[in-house]
């Protein structure tokens, strides 16, 4: 699932911006129910086997054993002793994992995690990763960035552009790139060579007119007024995710909810070649691994077929991790999922109003309500413009509902600003809600 947008459409009222932003980071940890909570950028989401190995060992050290992925390809560790900020921030830093405790935050980098895998004309999407980071961790502006600002560089494929980030660069097939802010349906054309300083100089930009104008936001999105809008068409993004299973160049496998244990995430750096990349879909490519090593990953609890039920969803992390929820969300979708059909569109599972974690674009609504959970396709409406689509919501109908299916994730998002939205919904038992998950998931229109 795609990292997530507030829920305001461009035009609409922006999301209240004066208060700090308080988005968690691996030293500024933040007080979940479960313990202390820890999250690890990591660009690109590249993963050396020794960095991957060195979380898993902070992961049993001072969390709970488990390790999340996110939807912007980070890592989290959950269950943390209050007072363990010093340890981990030294395990990190170690591997290479903490260059900048003052930009550690802003280092939101999400790519095109099969570039360079197959036989796509390949721009050197990682290359330009490394030279991002570099220099965000080297610009004293950067660190004024919101923690949940994102910077996306696509291969041409179209699958992390169609993420809504702030800052996309986009790779053409002859040659041009093009820089997209925030949601614009245009892009600026970029000088080849300059694609990094492009893309450092819009954020740069962002944060020199919110202070000349007085204005506060942490999205480009939010304020789509702020900086010229593009020239150029946009080529069509796909925003598909990479499909587990044997790939050109290596092994693709899939997160139940997102998670795994400290052993499980061992296994999946044995069966790597040495390195990782995790996807914003609760996902992990291993460059250079051999197919031989799938059946094993699929025997460690790792998603290896596609067409699992578990595709295209998510949910927030529920009781008994966030005192905000109204229920063991995970419990409920995972039960669901057992009996669930494939799929439809994205599903995401929430405990309360904010929705953390859910997709971007057009996507099932399941929230709980304490007697229950709630229903509703959200999205841009189909055909809408691109510059200043409004949010479509669909009732469902639960006359004719079968199965259901989704894939939880970590939280990693801004509230859901459901006063821009116009809601009708349909209100069900726990018993009900897999019928009308499974009905919603085949709406199109």
């Not at 994992?97 to 570039?115: F, G, W």
């Not at 702020?226 to 020239?231: I, K, Q, R, S």
């Not at 070649?273 to 094993?296: H, I, K, N, Y």
């Not at 494939?342 to 099932?364: D, M, T």
Request: charged letters at 20%; a negative charge.
């Amino acid at each position: 699932m795609p990292p997530t947008p507030d829920a305001t459409p461009p035009g609409a009222a922006v999301p209240d911006r004066g208060r700090a932003d308080a988005c968690p980071g691996a030293l500024r940890l933040h007080a979940a129910d479960d313990g202390a909570l820890a999250r690890v950028r990591l660009p690109g989401g590249l993963l050396t086997a020794r960095q991957a190995l060195a979380l898993a060992d902070a992961a049993e050290a001072l969390g709970d054993g488990t390790l999340e992925t996110t939807s912007r390809g980070n890592v989290q560790l959950r269950g943390l002793a209050p007072h363990c900020a010093a340890d981990l921030a030294e395990r990190l830093r170690a591997v290479g994992l903490l260059p900048s405790d003052t930009h550690e935050r802003v280092r939101n980098i999400v790519a095109s995690p099969l570039a360079g895998l197959d036989a796509r004309p390949a721009a050197d999407v990682q290359a330009w990763v490394r030279e991002l980071d570099a220099r965000l961790c080297a610009s004293d502006w950067a660190a004024g960035l919101s923690g949940k600002f994102l910077f996306a560089l696509d291969d041409g494929r179209g699958d992390v552009a169609a993420l809504d980030a702030d800052v996309t660069l986009i790779a053409g097939p002859d040659g041009r790139r093009l820089l997209r802010l925030g949601r614009d349906a245009f892009g600026h054309p970029v000088e080849a060579g300059r694609e990094v300083t492009a893309v450092l100089d819009a954020a740069r930009s962002f944060l020199d007119a919110l202070r000349a104008g007085g204005r506060k936001a942490w999205h480009l999105r939010e304020v789509p007024d702020l900086l010229p809008a593009g020239t150029v068409p946009l080529p069509a993004l796909a925003g598909t995710a990479p499909d587990v299973g044997t790939l050109p160049g290596g092994l693709s496998v899939g997160l139940r909810f997102g998670r795994a244990s400290a052993a499980q995430w061992r296994a999946l750096v044995a069966a790597s070649a040495g390195e990782l990349r995790l996807t914003p879909w609760r996902g992990a490519v291993l460059p250079g691994a051999p197919a031989q090593r799938l059946a094993g990953l699929a025997e460690a609890g790792f998603r290896t077929l596609p067409g699992s039920p578990w595709e295209r969803a998510s949910a927030c992390t529920g009781l008994p991790g966030c005192a905000k929820s109204l229920a063991d969300v995970r419990a409920d979708a995972a039960r669901a999922l057992d009996a669930a059909a494939a799929g439809g569109l994205p599903v995401h599972w929430s405990g309360c109003e904010r929705r953390c974690g859910h997709p971007a674009g057009r996507w099932v609504d399941v929230l709980a309500t304490g007697q229950g959970y709630r229903v509703t396709v959200n999205g841009p409406a189909v055909g809408a413009d691109a510059r200043a689509s409004a949010l479509d919501v669909s009732v469902v109908d639960v006359s004719a509902r079968e199965g259901s299916a989704m894939e939880a994730s970590a939280v990693e998002v801004p509230a859901v600003d459901v006063s821009a939205m116009e809601v009708s919904a349909v209100d069900v038992t726990n018993e009900e809600m897999a019928e009308a998950v499974a009905e919603a998931r085949r709406t199109t229109k």
